[in-house]
């Protein structure tokens, strides 16, 4: 048989000796978060100014799926975002945006949207 938990600490002891070897795998170590979130988040916001140090330091208690979780729902945000506000121009008849204009948009919202949602998760504030 074969088991995984978070909390191993809670599992029934009837449950527990029926499992032969137990391994416990740490959570990850700050440079490990640092680089998960690095791979995880969009090219973009190393531009951006994120403070990777600092975000790996604030996720002491995440796992490496909660990091992988996290990243993927900031990369995720802005995009439902925008995929609304297409859909509202695209109700109004608004046709008449140019291409760069709309383009500059998409990537601003994109990077301010995944820096929020970050410092949200992490207690941070990016800003002033």
Not at 10 to 24: G, T, W
Not at 61 to 80: F, H, N, Q, T, W
Request: hydrophobic fraction near 40%; charged fraction near 35%; include cysteine.
């Amino acid at each position: 048989m074969l088991a995984a938990s978070n909390l191993p600490w809670a599992l029934d002891p009837a449950m527990l000796r029926r499992l032969e070897k137990r391994i416990l795998v740490p959570l990850p170590n700050a440079k490990a978060r640092r680089i998960m979130i690095e791979k995880n988040l969009p090219d973009g916001e190393r531009a951006n100014g994120l403070d990777y140090k600092k975000l790996a330091e604030r996720t002491a208690d995440y796992s490496g799926s909660d990091i992988v979780l996290m990243c993927k729902e900031a990369a995720m945000r802005p995009m439902r975002k925008l995929m609304k506000r297409l859909e509202k121009m695209e109700e109004n008849d608004e046709e008449d945006m140019e291409e760069i204009k709309v383009q500059r948009q998409i990537r601003f919202m994109l990077f301010t949207e995944i820096s929020v949602f970050i410092s949200h998760c992490c207690g941070l504030c990016f800003y002033g």
